[in-house]
Nanobody, 122 residues
Framework: VQLVESGGGLVQAGESLRLSCAAS????????VGWYRQAPGKQRELVAGTTFGGSTNYAVSVKGRFTISRDNAKNTTYLQMNSLKPEDTAVYYC?????????????????WGQGTQVTVSS
């Protein structure tokens, strides 16, 4: 399963961006989706996640500003980021865990996107 991210860029504080992560391949089921970020010199952290059942969770630092959503028909997940702050500057990665269909067998997968840079200037 391949993930292609898009939507990053350079914005000013207070502005918005929407990241997209499109999954391709013989996907049978998407179980969990997560958006992570990694700033220079810091560990990768979970920003937002959602499960097959629709529950969501957010990092405290982004709650109320970021929204994760899914379009199951398109196998695409989104991260709407509003009221961006300079401390949101990082490379953002999507992660999808689920099952794929291969030669009649259902296999689990855990895939990462290539990352997209988000830079917020003050």
């Amino acid at each position: 399963v391949q993930l292609v991210e898009s939507g990053g860029g350079l914005v000013q504080a207070g502005e918005s961006l929407r990241l997209s992560c499109a999954a391709s391949g013989s996907i049978f089921l998407i179980n969990t989706v997560g958006w992570y970020r990694q700033a220079p010199g810091k560990q990768r952290e979970l920003v937002a996640g959602t499960t097959f059942g629709g529950s969501t969770n957010y990092a405290v630092s982004v709650k109320g500003r970021f929204t994760i959503s899914r379009d199951n028909a398109k196998n695409t997940t989104y991260l709407q980021m509003n009221s961006l702050k300079p401390e949101d500057t990082a490379v953002y990665y999507c992660n999808i865990q689920g099952a794929l269909l291969r030669e009649g067998n259902i296999l689990s997968f855990d895939s990462w996107g290539q990352g997209t840079q988000v830079t917020v200037s003050s």
